[in-house]
C-alpha cells in the first residue's frame, strides 16, 4: 500500500473517503 493521505486528499478535494478508497481500488 501507498503511503498516500487519503483523509488529506479527501479533505482537499472534498471528496468522501470512500470516493477516494474507490479510486484506488480501481488504480490497483
Known amino acids: 500500500m501507498s ?5 488529506e486528499i479527501a479533505k482537499t478535494l ?3 473517503e470512500t ?5 484506488i481500488r ?3
Open 14 to 16: 472534498g471528496v468522501s
Open 26 to 28: 480501481k488504480l490497483e
Open 19 to 23: 470516493a477516494i478508497r474507490k479510486r
Open 3 to 7: 503511503r498516500i493521505p487519503y483523509l
